[in-house]
């Protein structure tokens, strides 16, 4: 049994900072890309950065250079640190990950999503 439980989300006023966490447990053999996403109430859910296994990141055109997504290995985590955010930036925020579970089975997981609310 795989699980991801995401941390880290909350209410910031406009120009603030968060960091969100997301850490993946259970029988976990490898984790290969990790992702945030993000969905607005009424709204598809829409890819806000990526870090792939050997650490290359990608980011959505209205987040670069404002967030950064990292992550650990070791406690098979991914942050996701938000600066300078603005009143756009409010939704839910889903970690995803690309692994493979015990007995060689590889598929994506997601988080239950953690609230972020940025105040003008």
């Known amino acids: 049994q795989v699980q991801l439980v995401e941390s880290g989300g909350g209410l910031v006023q406009a120009g603030g900072s968060l960091r969100l966490s997301c850490v993946a447990s259970?029988?976990?053999?490898?984790?290969?890309?990790m992702a945030w996403y993000r969905q607005i109430e009424g709204k598809e859910r829409e890819l806000v950065a990526t870090?792939?296994?050997?650490?290359?990141?990608n980011y959505a055109d209205s987040v670069k250079g404002r967030f950064t997504i990292s992550r650990d290995n070791v406690k098979n985590t991914v942050y996701l640190q938000m600066n300078n955010m603005k009143p756009e930036d409010t939704a839910v925020y889903y970690c995803?990950?690309?692994?493979?579970?015990?007995?060689?089975?590889?598929?994506?997981?997601w988080g239950q999503g953690t609230l972020v609310t940025v105040s003008s």
């Open positions: 995803n990950a690309d692994l493979i579970s015990a007995g060689g089975s590889r598929r994506a997981y």
């Open positions: 259970g029988t976990i053999v490898g984790i290969k890309n």
């Open positions: 870090i792939l296994g050997g650490g290359g990141t």
